[in-house]
């Protein structure tokens, strides 16, 4: 039982690993998320987490798709 407890956890961290860096930045009132203020993609605030994606920053101004 042992190794596929370990099995499960080298996986979840696996998965965090592959999403790109985001930070929480505030549209209109609303929370979003970013990989970059600048040139990046804006996702929705899913409870907390990284939700779908909604738009993406074009020279700093939030385009939604």
């Given amino acids: 039982a042992e190794p596929s ?11 965090e690993e592959d999403d790109e860096e985001v930070e929480e930045i505030m549209i209109d009132k609303k929370m979003y998320y970013t990989t ?7 996702y929705e605030d899913d409870d907390g987490d990284v939700g ?14």
């Fill in 36 to 42: 970059d203020i600048e040139h990046g993609s804006i």
């Fill in 52 to 65: 779908s994606k909604v738009g993406r920053f074009n020279n700093g101004n939030a385009e939604f798709y």
């Fill in 5 to 15: 407890d370990e099995e499960a956890s080298e996986s979840d961290e696996s998965e």
